[in-house]
């Protein structure tokens, strides 16, 4: 099973921003969604101003909420 790569910067200006949050919330997905992503840390992501930012199947999405991240999990799965 392939799973879906998602990369949470955790650099400075993220990690103030809220990236903390982002991976709070992956861990409230079910354990069966849970299990469909690998997730990843990454230093920077060169959006530093646009934080927190994710970067998913090559996408970087910036100013990234917990309910966005949600959102863009589920439409790539």
Do not use: F
Request: glycine letters at 8%; aromatic letters at 2%.
């Amino acid at each position: 099973m392939e799973q879906l790569v998602v990369e949470i910067c955790a650099g400075t200006s993220c990690y103030l921003l809220g990236s903390q949050d982002l991976i709070d919330a992956l861990e409230t997905l079910p354990p069966d969604k849970r299990s469909k992503i690998d997730l990843r840390g990454i230093t920077c992501l060169k959006a530093c101003g646009h934080g927190p930012n994710v970067r998913i199947k090559g996408v970087v999405l910036s100013n990234m909420t917990p309910d966005r991240l949600l959102q863009a999990i589920e439409d790539n799965l």
